[in-house]
């Protein structure tokens, strides 16, 4: 069974997810599970790695990392890592060096195989872009401190759709107009919303209740934006 949980950002420290990370350790069905973060969005930033280590242990979980900028690893190392979690958590940060990276290191395989064997799949930010089919991203600004702008990422395609976390973020407009040169549907979040999979059915979970979700298509030369409520969902992406 497939399972993906996208968070479209928030403040882990200050718990602004919790009610989500909640439901992800929930989705795993087990009562201690094996989680896997992976932070090389932030280049394996150690605060960041303490971080999720500290609020996810707290909900039962026991966290294992897979740091791909400042380690090597054996590819079947990588795998076994992978494929023997219960669940998988995608750090924030540099969306397009983490492709680079996961690319060069074959999670981008190993990743849909776990899709394919009802590993959950979670992540925030970068995080989230990931498991769709491109993104929206600051991922410039790591590189350019001063004049950048927000650039197209690849993902790993697993949600046939483009997403933009950080929806509520000045700037973020710019996703509609990115569409517009597409001919694919787009996820929208805002921070402390996510857009989750469950074996090809869709949902919207949020920590925030005033934070909103948004479903965009296209239909000739624009593009409809439509609100996405809590809870289950009836769309064709």
Request: net charge negative; charged share 25%; aromatic share 10%.
């Amino acid at each position: 069974m497939a399972k993906i949980v996208a968070i479209g950002g928030g403040e882990l420290r200050q718990g602004e997810t919790k009610v989500i990370d909640r439901f992800i350790v929930h989705l795993s069905g087990k009562a201690a599970p094996k989680m896997l973060f992976i932070p090389t969005a932030s280049y394996d930033a150690k605060g960041y790695i303490d971080l999720v280590r500290q609020k996810f242990g707290e909900l039962g979980c026991i966290v294992d990392t897979l740091c791909l900028i400042s380690n090597t690893y054996e590819d079947k190392e990588i795998y076994d890592k992978i494929i023997s979690s219960d669940i998988i958590y995608v750090g924030g940060g540099d969306n397009v060096r983490m492709m680079e990276k996961w690319r060069e290191n074959k999670l981008d395989v190993y990743l849909v195989d776990a899709y394919n064997k009802g590993i959950v799949l979670s992540g925030l930010s970068a995080g989230s872009i990931c498991w769709f089919m491109f993104g929206h991203s600051d991922s410039d600004s790591f590189l350019n401190k001063g004049q950048w702008d927000y650039t197209r990422a690849e993902g790993l395609g697993l949600i046939p759709a483009a997403h933009c976390p950080h929806y509520n973020e000045e700037g973020r407009e710019n996703f509609d107009k990115m569409l517009e040169r597409e001919n694919i549907s787009g996820i929208a979040l805002e921070d402390n919303t996510a857009f989750i999979e469950i074996n090809g059915e869709y949902q919207i979970l949020k920590s925030d209740k005033s934070r909103k979700a948004y479903l965009l298509k296209k239909h000739f030369n624009s593009i409809i934006k439509t609100e996405l409520p809590e809870g289950k969902l009836h769309i064709k992406l």
